[in-house]
Structures are given as C-alpha cells and as structure tokens.
C-alpha cells in the first residue's frame, strides 16, 4: 500500500496506553506465574521440583486423565446433541422455535455451577427425581455425583453453544446447495453427510473449541458435583486457596502446564480450521418447512425435550427461591423469606455485583471501542500483536488468571489484592473480547471512504472518529457490552480466587452458600441473577434487533 | 437421451394467491425452450415445479407423457444450473462434476473418464483441481454446467444462469451454453428476463406475464409477429400509434393515422365494414419508420439524435405531441439535426395492428 502516511497521532498514544494495560495487567502477571513455576517457593532457587511433582505423582496425573476425559466427553457430546438440535431448527418449523431459540439462549447464560447445584437438587441422594422415583418405582436411581454429573451439567451448559455456532453457520449455507444436492439425486442423510457436515465442519471446530476450553476451564462444577472426582481446576484451586499444605509455586507449575496445553489444542484448532474454512453467504438460505407425520412428531419432541432439559436447573431453582425454608431445610408453602434472608446476609454481594461489574463495563466499552478501531483500522504489527493479547483470554482459565494477578500485585510497587480494582481488572481482561468482536464486526462494514470524506471535508481525526465511526459502531458495540455485562456477573472462576469478605460478588455468594448447604440464599440470589440476565437479553435483543448471540 | 416435457393445465399456489393459473405448454425433445417475461411473473416458479422443488397445485405435467407431479426431484433425471451457481465449496471442480455420478452406479473408471470428458467440452480442464473460491465467475458457470451435464439428465434447467455475470461475458457464456446444448441435444429449459438473451440462445421462446404464456413461438416469429401489444413492447423496442382503420369493401384495409397518413396495408382480421371507422393501435418498430424525402408520412420534428456509427437513434416529436423512436441508416442522407423538421414514413408490410384494447393482432397470418 502506498499513501497513507504513518503519522504519530492521538491514535499512536491510545495504542501505546492500550498496549501498556495489556502488558501490565495480562502479559506481566502470566510471566510472574512463569517465574513462579520454575523457583523453589522457600528457597528461591531455579529449580523445576513442581513439574517433577505433578508429572510423577498418580494422584496429579489422575486429576489431568479426569480433566482430559471429562473436557472430550462434553465437547463430543455437546456436537452430537445440539448439532442435530440446529439442524432440526433450521429445516423444520418448530412450533415456538423462537421462544425455543431464547430459551436455549437464556441456559447457557447462567454460570454452570448453578446448573450442577439445581442437578444435586433434583438427581442427587435425596434430589425430588431421585426420591420421586424411589417412591413410585422402589428403585434406586445411578449416582449422579462424579464423571457422570459433570457431564451432565457441562454438555447441557455448553451444548447451547454448539447450537448457536451450528445454527449460524446453516443460516449461511445456501438453498440452492441443497437443491442442487437432491437434483443429483443424493438426498437425506447422504445429503447432510456430503454437504453439510463439510460445510459446517469449520464452525463446529470453533464451537468444538469453546466448549473444549470452557469446560476445561470450569471449576464450579467439579466442585460440586464431582465429589472427590478431580479435575486440574479444581486441583489448582485446592493448591492455591488451602490454608494447609497449599503451594502457590505448585499451583502456577500447573497453570503453566494448564495454558500450555491450552494453547497447543487452540493452535491446532486454528490450524484445522484455516485450511477447511469456505466463505459463504445465502442469498436464499434454508427455509424450515413443516414435516410430516412421525418426524414432525419426532422433531418437536428432541427440540422440546432438550429445551426443557437445558432450563431445568434455573426454572427449579427459581421455584425453590420462593418455598418456606426452616433453618437449612424447604418446607412446605411458599415465602419471600429466602429472599430477604439473601438481602439480609449478603446484601453486600448484590451492591458489589452492581458496582464493579457497571464500572468494569464502562472500561469495558471503551477499551473495546479503541481496540476494535485500532485492529479494524489501523492494521500493522502493533494492532496484530495487540489481537492476539485480546485473545488471550479464550485461552487463559479464569482461576488461572486469577492467580496470576494475585501473586502479581500482592506485594510493591503495585499492592492490589484485596481490593475491588484488581476484580475489575481480571473482568475487564476477561470480558473484553466479546465486545470488542461485536464492535469490530461493524466497523469491518464501514467503509473507509466515510473517514475519508469527513476528514476531505476539514475535521480532526478524533472529531470524525466521535462524529462518525463511534455513531456508526454504536449498535455493535451496545450489543458486546450487554453479552460482558451478563458474563461479568455471572462469572465465577476468577472472583472465587480474587474476592475477600469486601469484595464477594453474588456468584461467589451462591457459591458458598450452596456448599454452607444454605440452599434457600442460594437460590434467591442465583434467581436474581437470573433475572438480570434475562432483562439484559431482552434488552439486548431490542438494541441489536438481532435473535441470536454471537459468543 | 432427452424428453418431451408437457404442461396440461398446470396450476401453482402459494397459500390462496394463485400465481400459475391452468398453463398449458409443449416442449419439445431436444428442443432449447426459453421461458421469459418481466420480474415475478412466474418463470422461477415454473421451472421449479419442473425440476420438482415446487409442488404442483393441479394439472399434469409428464416427461414422455410420463406424468411427473409427484416424483422427487432426484428421480426426475435433471441436470439443474442455479443462478448462484451452487457449486459445493468444499469440493474442487473435479469433485463438483463428479458428486452427480457418485450418486448413480458408475464406475470410478467411467466416472473419470466422464467428467474429464465434460471438463474438455465445457473448456474447463485446466482447473479441475481447483478450489471453487479460486475461480471466476464465468468459470464457476462452466462448472455448474458441467456438474448438470455429466449425468446425462434428460432434461437442463437453467434459472437465469448468467445474470450474475457481467455483460461481456455474458454473451460469451450464452454463446457457449447454446453451442454446448446443440452437441449434447438436451430438452434445455431456459429462464431468462432478457429478451436479447432469449432470442440468441432459443430455439423457441414463450412469453409470460403473470403467470400467463402470451405466445409461444420461435425468436423470429414473436419479435416479428408479436401476438399481443405486451409482447410487441416487451421483446425489442416498438412506436404504438393511436390509429383508425376504415375498410375499402374489397377485402383491403385502410389504416389511418393522424388527420391525413393513410397507409393501405393487406387484408387484416379487421372487424370494420365498409366505410366504417374503427380504433386501433399499431406497433412500429424504429427500423420501420423511414424518413421521407418527398413529403409524405408523419410530420415531426427530431427533438434528439445519438449517433452510433452503424446507424443514428433519432427521436422525433409528432404533431399531436408523441414522441417516437427510430433508426436512420448511415447511408441515408436526410439532415436530422436537432430541430429539424421531417417526415416519416412507415414500411406497412412489417408493422403489426393491434385492437384497440391492444390485445388481438389483427394481421393476417400472425397465427392467432
Ligand atoms: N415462496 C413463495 N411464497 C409466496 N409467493 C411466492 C413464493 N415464491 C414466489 N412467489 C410469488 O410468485 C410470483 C412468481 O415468482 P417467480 O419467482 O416465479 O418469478 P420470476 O418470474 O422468476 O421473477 P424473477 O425474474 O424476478 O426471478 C411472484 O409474484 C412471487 O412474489
Ligand atoms: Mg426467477
């Protein structure tokens, strides 16, 4: 490209500050973690004792064939449970599918470990289903507990982004595929195994992905309804967080190992996808007709049955929210009492919840407006090394990056442990990249000639910029800044390492009310919480005009 | 092997709004058929109910009398061009070509063989490992006619193959689809909106307008003997004067236009007696106005000339205020400067007279 000159303007400073948060904030606490893992924790010599640890002892290396076991479970299950659930949506009308479509939407928003406690309440040793069919049938349900119920929990959780990911990519396929398909006479399942399966097989690596690290990555389940099954998470956390016998030189020996494999199986991925990747955009994409007969009957009832399935857990907790509870125990009938013990005992939870999840979110929008223009626009080694820390995230757990900032600002020049500033920073890092994704997705459509013609016409760089890329990018960035807000609050990895009495946001309250066995407090505030996401959706939808969530 | 496809009273709806009422047509084997009319009047929709994409609401409609309505659109033996071309992206060309064959008891040999034999009638060899995203769109055109081709279909459906490509390469393309179309001697069913592209690909062509054929004839026929004043408008470019016709008794005709142009044309299916006058319309093609040197014809004035070195476009504006259209031939010498008056004359044993609802040709011969 000639022209153009590369000026040092405002926009030179703004990458240089941007780039410095990154480099302080993610890069820094990660090469602390390094450090970390690699000298003795008392001794301060360079030693690598930890990786000879976790990689000779049985009990460590179980913890990894749990993780790697439970991870390939969900996302293979995950695939074969929502793949055809999208296709179904896309070719068949399904009576309600919209309200369907946000439903499923609205599950997979909420923070898994809920689904894992909502599952114990109804599948676990004394769960309503579990004592329900003991009374009718006389017989004893399997264990819900371990391998099996993380399973559960995780692919019902995470399968809604398979669904999404699916159904994206089939709104793209043309008809006119299909058509020529059939006309070639290759039609039902020999036409979804040859055409689509191809054809969506690039996003089902990036959905497979996602699911891959988040249920990696999740903590909360495991730890709840694993019992005694160990998955790395949770192992860092005990090492972490445990009064006795805790090693933070150990625990960020396997959080380095942790994002190692992480990135390895993110690489591979990218890799995979690039070389199968096609462009595609309907002009007619497939229009759902309505089936006949036994599949119509078999196509409602697999959509129904996982929609009910995926809502279970928040539509049950939000009924326990409102039962009597005695002490520990539901009761008979019906009060608000849960809901004024929440206000009374962790009232503090909700105003943090509100005050740093609205100030991360302010941070949050623009942070993402400059990055995405500075990526978007202004494309160069900087913004390109600027993309890869955005993406960061996807590949660093929560919990790991909380303790990479812990043992990062818990000593001089800069003490922030302890305080809300450091959650929000460990938001901010995290949460950013849908925004900035929905941002950047609009400024791609935004021509460069307009910049042009306002700067041809005599305004000032920044004056265009506010005038007319930020008013052209407002909806995206609106959008983004409502999928952060909803995953800030319902966030629990990183603030269960990060949170002191001051700073506990409702997910960590639920958290340790449901493992204090206070479930009435528990399912109060998850409903809560669940009601703002939903509103936040709602909300959503009617900004961005759109029906689905791009994650 | 190709078929003869026929259309009794076939019916399309979609929900209560009929868009096809009770058609009737005959295509013939081998036959290059066109089915052209303006946007939305139901061409799509009927070459889909061929193919079988759309159900049919009533009628039959039968490949060698075989009646087709509910056959699904895999057993019908069709090859299918889309205007998207619909090439499968996640196949190279030669993968494309042969996904048809993979789905019918061919050998891998017979197979190869086959489509390499396709790729060299469609020019396309040189690709066929090609990704379809690495290709052009002239290119893309070819492979989808080589995909419909190589299965021996008995019937082409084309849907506007080539309205995606840009104007160049359009006659290029249209060029080639016919000549490949003549070597293979396919029933070829065609759907275009434009009438320049019907008429240089088709061996016959009927005219719709909603959902209604107006004339089914060869290129020739229907832009010289257009069956109704639609069809005169819609294929070519045509003058419609408001005229009179006043019989002579004797089996002649006397068309009249304006206070004092009195053209005699022959016999016409005219309903007027003798010395009775009737309303008319008449259809003139630009090339069959000539400027007069003596006088006579349609007095006017050129009010525009464009110059486009075969021939000059001239618009003229009559007395009673009409603006006309025409071709003036190089050689001839009239001065047609802007402004200028002259005079038209009309050749009367091309131009077509229409009832005044513009609906019946009254020329003898026209067929209806
Ligand atoms: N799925 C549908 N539902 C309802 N009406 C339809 C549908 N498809 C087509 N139509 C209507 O049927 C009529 C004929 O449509 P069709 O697509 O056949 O037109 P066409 O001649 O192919 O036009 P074009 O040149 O624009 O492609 C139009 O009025 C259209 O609005
Ligand atoms: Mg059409």
New binding site residues.
């Given amino acids: 490209m000639i022209g153009r000159m590369r000026r040092l303007d405002i926009w030179s400073l703004i990458t240089f500050f941007i780039f410095a948060g990154y480099l302080i904030f993610l890069a820094l606490p990660l090469f602390m973690l390094l450090i970390k893992s690699f000298f003795d924790g008392t001794t301060g010599e360079f030693s690598l004792a930890y990786f000879y640890k976790f990689f000779s002892k049985a009990y460590y290396m179980n913890a990894v064939w749990n993780s790697l076991k439970v991870t390939v479970c969900v996302t293979l299950l995950s695939i074969l449970v929502a793949g055809p659930l999208a296709y179904i949506m896309t070719i068949a009308k399904i009576k309600g599918s919209g309200t369907v479509r946000i439903l499923i939407l609205i599950s997979s928003m909420s923070a898994p470990f809920i689904g894992a406690y909502a599952w114990i309440l109804l599948l676990g040793r004394n769960g309503v289903i579990t004592n329900f069919i003991f009374d009718v049938f006389g017989f004893r349900m399997p264990d819900i507990y371990g391998f099996s119920g993380v399973l559960l929990v995780l692919t019902l959780q995470l399968s809604p982004l398979i669904f999404m990911y699916v159904s994206g990519a089939l709104k793209n396929v043309d008809n006119s595929l299909m058509e020529a398909a059939e006309s070639m006479n290759c039609t039902g399942l020999r036409k979804m195994w040859k055409i689509l399966v191809p054809l969506i097989t690039p996003t089902l690596l990036a959905g497979g992905l996602l699911v891959f690290m988040r249920a990696f990555a999740d903590f909360g389940t495991p730890m709840l309804i694993g019992e005694g099954f160990r998955t790395v998470p949770v192992l860092i956390f005990n090492e972490f967080i445990s009064e006795v016998g805790g090693d933070d030189g150990f625990a960020a020996a396997i959080s380095v190992i942790v994002v190692l494999f992480a990135t390895t199986v993110f690489l591979l991925q990218k890799f995979v996808a690039n070389r199968k990747s096609y462009s595609m955009s309907a002009l007619n994409p497939i229009e759902p007709k309505k089936l006949k007969g036994a599949a119509n009957w078999a196509a409602h009832l697999y959509v129904y049955l996982f929609t009910i399935l995926a809502m279970m857990p928040q539509t049950y907790v939000a009924y326990t929210s409102f039962q009597k509870t005695s002490g520990k125990i539901f009761v008979d009938g019906y009060s608000l009492g849960s809901y004024r013990a929440a206000f009374s005992k962790v009232g503090d939870s909700i105003y943090n919840t509100f005050m740093m999840a609205g100030i991360t979110i302010i941070i949050i929008t623009i942070a993402a407006v400059l990055i995405a223009y500075v990526t978007v626009k202004r494309k160069g080694a900087v913004a390109n090394l600027l993309d890869t820390f955005t993406m960061l995230p996807y590949i660093v757990p929560g919990s790991i990056l909380g303790i990479a900032l812990l043992v990062t600002f818990n000593q001089e020049p800069l003490v922030l442990s302890g305080s809300a500033v450091i959650l929000i920073i460990a938001f901010v890092i995290r949460r950013l990249p849908y925004t900035i994704r929905s941002s950047a997705a609009v400024l791609h459509q935004v021509n460069d000639s307009i910049e042009e013609a306002a700067i041809s016409l005599g305004a000032s760089t920044m004056r265009t910029f506010f005038k007319i890329t930020v008013p052209m990018m407002i909806s995206g960035v609106f959008a983004g800044a409502i999928i952060s807000w909803i995953s800030i609050i319902t966030e629990l990895s990183t603030s269960i390492i990060l949170y002191t009495g001051n700073t506990r946001t409702m997910t960590v309250a639920v958290y340790t009310e449901v493992v204090r066995g206070n479930y009435g407090v528990a399912a109060a505030l998850s409903t809560m919480l669940t009601v703002i996401t939903v509103v936040s959706l709602l909300l959503f939808f009617k900004l961005s005009g759109k029906k689905e969530v791009t994650m | 092997m190709s078929v003869a496809i026929s259309f009794r009273d076939i019916v399309k709806k979609?929900?209560d709004?009929t868009?096809i009422p009770e058609l009737s047509l005959d295509i013939q084997k081998g036959e290059f058929f066109t089915l052209l009319?303006p946007?939305?009047?139901?061409?799509?929709?009927l070459l889909r109910m061929v193919a079988g994409f759309n159900s049919i609401e009533g009628g039959a409609l039968t490949f060698n009398e075989k009646k087709m309505n509910d056959v699904a659109p895999g057993k019908r033996n069709i090859g299918m061009v889309f205007q998207n071309y619909a090439i499968f992206p996640h196949l190279n060309v030669a993968q494309n070509v042969a996904f048809g064959l993979e789905n019918r008891k061919v050998t891998k040999a017979d197979q190869q063989r086959r489509v390499s034999e396709i790729l060299n009638t469609v020019q396309i060899d040189i690709y066929k490992n090609r990704m379809p995203k690495n290709l052009s769109g002239g290119q893309q055109q070819r492979v989808a006619l080589a995909r419909a081709i190589v299965i021996n279909p008995d019937v082409l459906l084309m849907d506007?193959p080539l309205s995606n490509l840009d104007a160049q390469l359009r006659v290029d393309m249209r060029n080639a689809i016919k000549s490949i179309q003549r070597e293979v001697g396919i029933t070829t069913v065609y759907?275009t909106?434009d009438q320049e592209e019907a008429m240089a690909v088709s061996d016959r062509i009927a005219v719709m307008k909603s959902g209604v054929i107006q004339q089914v004839g060869a290129p020739r026929d229907i832009y010289q003997r257009p069956a109704n004043l639609f069809v005169a408008t819609f294929i070519g470019r045509t003058n419609v004067i408001d005229a009179v016709l006043e019989g002579d008794g004797a089996g002649g005709a006397a068309v009249i236009i304006g206070s004092n142009y009195i053209l005699t044309m022959p016999a016409l299916l005219s309903e007027a007696k003798p010395n009775e006058s009737v309303a008319i319309k008449i259809s003139v093609r630009p090339e069959e106005f000539v400027l007069s040197e003596d006088g006579t014809g349609l007095a006017g004035k050129v009010v525009n000339n464009v110059f486009l070195g075969l021939n000059t476009h001239l618009i003229v504006k009559l007395e009673n205020g009409q603006e006309v259209e025409m071709i003036q031939q190089s050689a001839s010498n009239v001065v047609t400067d802007i402004g200028q008056r002259v005079h038209l004359a009309i050749l009367s044993g091309t131009i077509n007279v229409y009832d005044a609802s513009g609906e019946r040709n009254l020329n003898r011969g026209s067929g209806l």
């Fill in positions: 979609y929900g709004t868009v009319g946007s939305g009047c139901g061409k799509t929709t506007e759907v909106h």
